[in-house]
């Protein structure tokens, strides 16, 4: 599987549309083993860029922090599971966490 997280200065960064990266975390679900690590610059944003932008480089997964109600959607349209209200910590905790399934959400940060 590939999980996208959004990412400022090495950690989730809560304005998933508006990050500067995003870190593309390939994992194993099977051994439960992060595998590769690979960080790419965000598009400009663009409302109902992201969904297909990561769909076309292989994410099933994203973990955010907050996304609003019609980005949820798209990326169910592209068959992306969304994760939501995730804590602002690396990319690494987040997966191996969620990998566990011990990743701990909270509220959705964003209002929109």
Known sequence: MRIAIPIADGRLCVHFGH???FALIDADAAT???QKRTDLDAPPH???LLPPWLAERGVTVV????M????QGLFAQHGIKVEIGAPCETPERLVTDYLAGALKTGDNLCDH
């Open 46 to 48: 663009q409302p109902g």
């Open 19 to 21: 990050c500067a990266q």
């Open 63 to 66: 973990i955010a922090g907050g």
């Open 32 to 34: 439960k083993a992060i």
């Open 68 to 71: 609003g109600g019609r980005a």
